[in-house]
């Protein structure tokens, strides 16, 4: 009797340990899912109108785009900008309306 009731023990030790590690590979998944990003190259010339006004604007004034990037994470979408200003560098992330983001 004892060694019957060890081994159902022990089955439902590996039961358990399997169903753990399925729910962790379930977790990691949709961790990668969900933080997912897409970057684009676009060509300063190429952006949004509203993005232009607000780089015209006093905000921004002597300073210029030298690199460009359609970011998409998710439903979200908005523009990294790497301005420069003489020997100063920056990063701004607008919305296609020209609004700072983040």
Do not use: C
């Not at 060509?43 to 970011?71: H, N, Q, R």
């Not at 200003?85 to 983040?102: C, I, Q, W």
Request: hydrophobic content about 30%.
């Amino acid at each position: 009797m004892t060694l019957i009731s060890f081994a159902s023990v022990q089955a439902n030790a590996q039961t358990t340990e399997a169903a753990q590690t399925e729910t962790k590979q379930e977790t990691t998944t949709k961790t990668t899912t969900t933080s997912k990003e897409e970057k684009v190259a676009v060509k300063p010339e190429d952006l949004p109108e509203g993005i232009k006004k607000t780089i015209k604007g006093e905000e921004f004034s002597g300073w210029t785009v030298k690199k460009a990037f359609l970011i998409t994470e998710g439903s979200n979408e908005y523009y990294e900008l790497q301005v420069a200003k003489g020997s100063e560098s920056a990063r701004v992330k607008l919305d296609k309306d020209g609004k700072n983001v983040g």
